[in-house]
């Protein structure tokens, strides 16, 4: 797969600078897209990445520089603008509407007319020929919301494709599909960029950047690092022009699997067919004093409604669970928290951060909850909360006054581990806690686990990033398809094999009784 | 520039502009006399008047902060100011303050009750608090007409005439009843927890679950708190006319406190509100009344005259058009020094820019 230097760049950005007050978001970046190219743009939270996406699509003015789309000197004053010249943006969360059906979606504004206003059956046979030559085969009247965010995706891909788009930008479009979806999504990518259309992906996921990209450019605190070929940059030297320095501390975490743990005294949690109809076949858990144990699975796989059924967030309608040898009833994640379980939930903005409220408050949140509102915290009391986390987890920007919305998703999650850990619990579940966030804070969040497991902490942690559950937990629980298939040894297995056994293990033993 | 942006200028701004144009308009508006010892004029019956709005406005600063209304509030003010004159009414003594006081006691109670059904409606059911509360709106007023025996109940009463009409140092009581009130109020949202995990709720309802929040007490005490104060702010409503009209008792109050306290800051969303600035959206909506009364709008016409001003006010807070200000200053500026280059297309989207920082 190689990309020819020579073609004309579609889109080419000179020496692009954006300022804020006190900060230089883009110092003098050079960026070139060109037609039938898949280029991801790759840097830390906080490199530039989404300031460039914004002054390319038209949101922030650029303070110095030169855009040109399609050889001609651009200056988008709005997104309006930069929707004209060709450039289309589908985000993370998908900005359609949901109530409207997936025909009107993707040819909202450009609805065929006939002679009595808007002809629906052209509407909707129009809708379906784009989306076909996407390979999409929907019920164009079926409500947009019926569909998983996968296809809502693929129907903003389509809207696109209606407004001609020449250049098309997916800012973090995986970040909540499962493999399958991926793989669909990127199938669409590439029937585009056959087509010649120029498409800039920004992506967490570096497997899924070595997978679609045909060029990678990194930025790091503003200023451009590099432009590169794929193959021309190994993983290693992409994430060191990332991060600007060897990463010596993930490799340092890589004891932490081998650490031994007494599992001959009583669990702190132990679950005995815990389950729910229609989420969660009955499964056991067992999770002892100091123990990491990792849940490994696909999206959907269960591994969210398990531990939110241990936690009380949902709730059992099977089996029973004992802390600490006690048994215990989980109906409100209150009777959780009563009993030292804390769960980080994998919806950081829906169901962690309380966005208006300050970084103080979210951090002392829970202490204060479980304390009641007759008894508040004094200010001693909390200040030294906040000092003692905001120091140990290195939260930025260092002032607990502001709002947590205003935070780097790195670092809310910092914020949030610190109200999971004031309460000083002796069970932390997190689910997905470096997802969305850059390489920095990953290493920050993974070391302190693994430091605080080492001080007798148990800890139940959920990533889709299968290295990551490898490197630092000290067993296993595997799910597939809303059941428990077993259990393993991260010493006893390698990425290869654990891949393997979540998508083999016990499938004849199920098909047989099927 | 920071006096600028504390969150209570714009609504501070509003009311001293509304009390100056009016002090331009007629000096007489501002002018205090004293007489027996105790101060008269308008920006002492403003104080006084504005205690019922300021009771009930304040409730419904913790019910909005929520996530939540409460319409219910004008008929508990009608069912409060029913029972109390009823009892004494039916009492032996009148007068006697034993009576008043079980008259009080008795109607303040009811009024927490029928907080305590809405709040349970609201947390427990979890029916909509629109919803919720106007089940009580449309039956309030039915069920006090049921205690007054469909007629309006007058009594004569020293010390319950007092409350609204007596003064204490200087000042009317009513005064003293509402200040007392906020302070209470202030008191117990920002020296314990309740003021932090009322807004925690009312921004992130999953959120402060998942934290171990007790959302549903803390949604129930906030529907109690505005039962509670409509039900003194009924009574004191009828100590101003010693009558219990069922039917015309807070008649719309709802939608003036909720106009309060939108005009003090706090968003209609949810989340963070702020007490002081309910206290100053009170006495803007006092104040604009009485300057109707001032300057002599003739009836017919004052709800309209009330509208526009009302516009006026939303408009001069409203953040999207303090952006347009900024933006058409600042090209009032450029447009002199033509010659001179362009740093960026447009203030309008440095504006912008500047916001998201901020923000």
């Not at chain 1, 929707?83 to 997936?102: K, R």
């Not at chain 1, 241990?310 to 004992?322: E, F, N, P, R």
């Not at chain 2, 106009?259 to 007490?275: D, N």
């Not at chain 2, 500026?333 to 998201?356: D, F, I, L, Q, W």
């Amino acid at each position: 797969m190689t990309v020819d230097t020579d073609v004309r760049p579609l889109v080419s950005m000179r020496g692009i600078t954006i300022a804020f007050p006190g900060v230089l978001a883009l110092d003098g970046v050079d960026f070139f897209l060109r037609p039938g190219e898949v280029h991801s743009l790759m840097g830390e939270n906080g490199a530039g990445k989404s300031t460039l996406i914004k002054a390319l699509t038209g949101v922030y003015a650029i303070d110095a520089g030169t855009i040109e789309v399609a050889d001609e000197e651009r200056d988008f004053a709005s997104t309006a603008d930069a929707q004209a010249a060709g450039i289309s943006t589908v985000y993370q969360e998908v900005n359609l509407c949901a109530n409207l059906s997936v025909g009107e979606n993707v040819m909202l504004g450009h609805e065929p007319r006939g002679f009595a206003g808007i002809s629906w059956n052209a509407v909707h046979r129009e809708a379906a020929r784009h989306l076909a030559s996407l390979g999409l085969d929907l019920d164009t009247r079926s409500p947009l919301a019926s569909h998983s965010i996968a296809i809502q995706q693929l129907v903003a891909i389509s809207r696109a494709m209606v407004l001609d788009a020449k250049v098309l930008i997916l800012d973090e479009p995986t970040s909540s599909l499962d493999r399958g979806e991926v793989e669909q999504l990127f199938a669409v990518i590439r029937s585009l960029r056959d087509r010649g259309v120029a498409i800039l992906f920004v992506s967490h996921f570096l497997e899924q950047v070595y997978e679609i990209s045909d060029r990678i450019t990194v930025l790091r605190n503003g200023a451009l690092i590099g432009e590169y070929l794929v193959e021309d940059l190994p993983r290693e030297a992409l994430v060191t022009a990332m991060i600007g320095r060897e990463l010596d501390e993930l490799s340092a975490l890589s004891g932490a699997a081998e650490r031994a743990i007494d599992r001959t005294g009583t669990p702190v949690l132990s679950a005995e067919g815990v389950g729910r109809k229609g989420v969660l076949e009955p499964a056991d858990l067992d999770v002892f004093e100091g123990e990491v144990v990792g849940i490994a699975g696909l999206l959907g796989s269960g591994r969210t409604e398990m531990v939110r059924l241990l936690y009380g967030a949902d709730k059992a309608d099977a089996g029973q669970i004992s802390v600490g040898g006690e048994r215990a009833k989980m109906h409100a994640p209150r009777h959780a928290i009563d009993r030292g379980i804390a769960f980080s939930s994998e919806n950081r903005r829906a169901e962690g951060v309380v966005a208006e409220l300050s970084v103080a408050e979210n951090m002392i949140l829970g202490v204060q909850a479980q304390r009641g509102w007759m008894r508040r915290l004094s200010k001693a009391e909390q200040d030294a909360i906040v000092a003692e986390y905001m120091e140990a987890l290195g939260v930025r920007p260092a002032d607990p006054t502001v709002p947590i919305g205003t935070l780097s998703g790195g670092n809310q999650q910092k914020v949030l581990l610190a109200r999971w850990l004031a309460m000083q619990p002796r069970l932390l579940i997190l689910d997905e806690p470096t997802r969305g966030i850059d390489v920095g804070a990953k290493a920050d969040i993974q070391r302190k686990v693994a430091q605080l497991a080492a001080e007798g902490l148990s800890v139940v942690f959920i990533s889709s990033e299968l290295e990551e559950v490898l490197r630092i937990t000290q067993r296993l629980a595997v799910l597939r398809d809303r059941r428990k298939i077993g259990e393993l040894d991260p010493t006893e297995v390698d990425l290869d094999g654990l891949v393997d056994y979540i998508a083999n293990a016990g499938h004849t033993e199920r098909s047989a009784t099927r | 520039m920071t006096l600028l942006k504390h969150r209570l200028f714009w609504p501070v701004a509003a009311l001293v502009t509304l009390v100056v144009v009016n002090v331009i308009a007629n000096p007489n508006f501002a002018k205090v006399t004293m007489r027996d010892g105790d101060l008269y004029g308008n920006p002492v019956t403003i104080l006084r008047e504005s205690a019922p709005l300021m009771l009930v406005a304040l409730g419904m600063t913790l019910v909005i902060a929520t996530r939540g209304i409460d319409l219910s509030v004008g008929a508990v003010m009608a069912v409060s100011g029913a029972v109390s004159l009823t009892i004494i009414a039916d009492s032996p003594d009148p007068g006697s303050l034993g009576t008043v006081t079980v008259a009080i006691v008795v109607a303040v109670l009811v009024a927490l009750v029928l907080g305590a059904w809405n709040g349970f409606l609201v947390s427990v059911l979890g029916i909509q608090p629109i919803i919720a509360t106007l089940v009580l709106m449309l039956a309030g007023r039915g069920v006090a007409l049921l205690i007054t025996g469909g007629a309006i109940t007058t009594v004569t009463s020293a010390p319950y005439k007092f409350l609204s009409n007596g003064y204490l140092i200087l000042l009317p009581v009513a005064f003293f009843i509402w200040v007392a009130v906020v302070a209470i109020v202030a008191l117990v949202e920002r020296r314990t927890a309740l003021g932090m995990l009322t807004e925690s709720v009312g921004i992130n309802p999953e959120a402060s679950r998942l934290a171990g929040v007790r959302s549903r007490g803390i949604i129930w005490a906030a529907y109690m708190v505005s039962g509670l104060l409509a039900g003194v702010a009924g009574i004191i409503n009828a100590s101003n006319t010693m009558a219990a009209d069922s039917n015309n008792a807070g008649y719309l109050i709802e939608l003036y406190a909720i106009l309060a306290v939108v005009l003090g800051g706090t968003s209609l969303m949810g989340g963070k509100f702020s007490i002081a600035g309910t206290v100053i959206g009170v006495l803007t909506v006092t104040t604009l009344d009485k300057t109707i009364q001032f300057f002599g709008v003739p009836p017919a016409q004052s709800p309209v005259f009330f509208a526009v001003v009302v516009v006026i006010v939303v408009l001069v807070q409203s953040p999207r058009v303090h952006a347009w200000g900024r933006a058409a200053s600042a090209r009032m500026r450029r447009t002199p020094s033509s010659g001179e280059p362009p740093t960026g297309p447009g203030a309008a989207s440095a504006a912008k820019k500047h916001e998201e920082v901020a923000a």
